[in-house]
């Protein structure tokens, strides 16, 4: 994982929104906007926006089935995230 996906996760994790949205996916299976929504008390608009940084970030990954949209979380990004994150704490540089 180079430095700029270091970055990316840091910073779609840094918002206490974010945080919660991406806890609540990673609790569940698989969990839609509305639900995701209720759950933060949050409009759909907002979710959708931190939906799409998480996204981006390769934290999650949503897709739809009809009229909804489900998110999942993907460990195999926070795996690599946490790989990365131990080698800056024993001194080894990231890539640019």
């Not at 270091?6 to 206490?16: N, P, R």
Request: contains cysteine.
């Amino acid at each position: 994982m180079d430095r700029a996906e270091i970055e990316k996760i840091s910073k779609a994790l840094a918002d206490e929104t974010r945080l919660k949205i991406f806890e609540a996916i990673s609790a569940s299976d698989h969990i839609s906007c509305g639900e995701i929504g209720s759950m933060r008390n949050v409009s759909a608009a907002t979710v959708s926006h931190h939906l799409k940084i998480l996204s981006e970030a390769g934290l999650i990954a949503c897709r739809r089935e009809g009229q909804f949209v489900y998110s999942e979380a993907v460990p195999e990004t926070i795996e690599a995230y946490t790989r990365a994150l131990e080698e800056i704490a024993r001194g080894k540089k990231t890539a640019r």
